[in-house]
């Protein structure tokens, strides 16, 4: 953010719904409205409290904000009065369906322990985290409809804690187990209520989903957390269907890096967004 600020632009970062000390509700992981919503109030806000701000405002994201600013093109009208510009989006975690069965295919295919340990444990973090965000927007959904008793066992702590942490809990317990681990089932995506979540805030899947305002998508090809390999074929997918996309993949680059990786041309594309 402090690139933002140094380059001379407002920068409003909210907590999502769910987030933060006065949060009463929990955090619907992985609604694409509700993230976006919550980008939107913020700079609402922020413009009532201060009418020297431009009228004039673009969405940057990294990771599962990447995924959030993808949505806000739709809901950009709610903010009144104000004029939306464009879309940042680096890595956003799109494609969750393919990049569980991409993991779970490496990690079955691996040559050592380690790397068939990580294919495990990260297609179950896609499981966990898809499920836990369906929890809190429907609250009737049964996990056990789409997890194995050692994933389900996992959940109450998960949902408690943060990316780091929430990773951590499913890799103790895939290393508890190893491939006797109950976890994903393999039609997991396809259960009712998880297969119209994804349709609805997926955009990687999402039926006739597009971009009509600039956007500009960042990726690392050394990411292995947000695959280089699924993220061009939805980029691709865009541009097929008319959106005014830049993409842009940057050798080298990880999860975390891309974003001082791609920083000149972020800052060159909001530029041009914002020119008069």
Not at 18 to 23: Q, R
Not at 83 to 104: K, L, M, N, Q
Request: net charge negative; charged share 20%.
């Amino acid at each position: 953010m402090s690139r933002f600020i140094d380059a001379g632009y407002a920068v409003v970062a909210p907590d999502l719904e769910g987030l933060g000390p006065d949060a009463t509700t929990p955090y619907p992981y992985y609604s694409l409205s509700s993230l976006a919503r919550s980008l939107i109030a913020g700079v609402v806000a922020a413009r009532a409290t201060d009418p020297r701000l431009s009228d004039r405002w673009a969405a940057v994201g990294h990771s599962d904000g990447g995924h959030g600013v993808l949505g806000v093109e739709a809901l950009a009208s709610e903010a009144t009065g104000l004029v939306f510009v464009g879309t940042v989006a680096s890595a956003p975690y799109v494609g969750i369906e393919a990049h569980a069965a991409r993991f779970g295919a490496d990690g079955e295919a691996a040559s050592n322990e380690a790397a068939a340990h990580q294919g495990l444990m990260m297609r179950q973090f896609q499981g966990a985290l898809m499920a836990t965000g369906l929890k809190a927007t429907q609250p009737s959904f049964d996990e056990a409809s789409i997890t194995g008793s050692d994933l389900a066992a996992t959940l109450p702590r998960f949902r408690s804690l943060c990316s780091v942490a929430a990773i951590g809990t499913i890799d103790a317990a895939v290393k508890a187990k190893g491939k006797a681990f109950e976890g994903l089932k393999a039609d997991w995506a396809s259960q009712p209520q998880m297969h119209a979540f994804l349709v609805a805030n997926d955009p990687a899947v999402t039926p006739g989903y597009t971009l009509h305002q600039p956007v500009l998508i960042v990726q690392g090809n050394a990411d292995p957390f947000v695959l280089e390999t699924l993220q061009t074929p939805f980029a691709d997918k865009l541009k097929a269907g008319g959106a005014p996309l830049a993409y842009k993949v940057y050798d080298g680059a990880d999860h975390f890096s891309i974003i001082r990786r791609a920083d000149a041309d972020v800052l060159d594309f909001l530029r041009q967004r914002f020119a008069r």
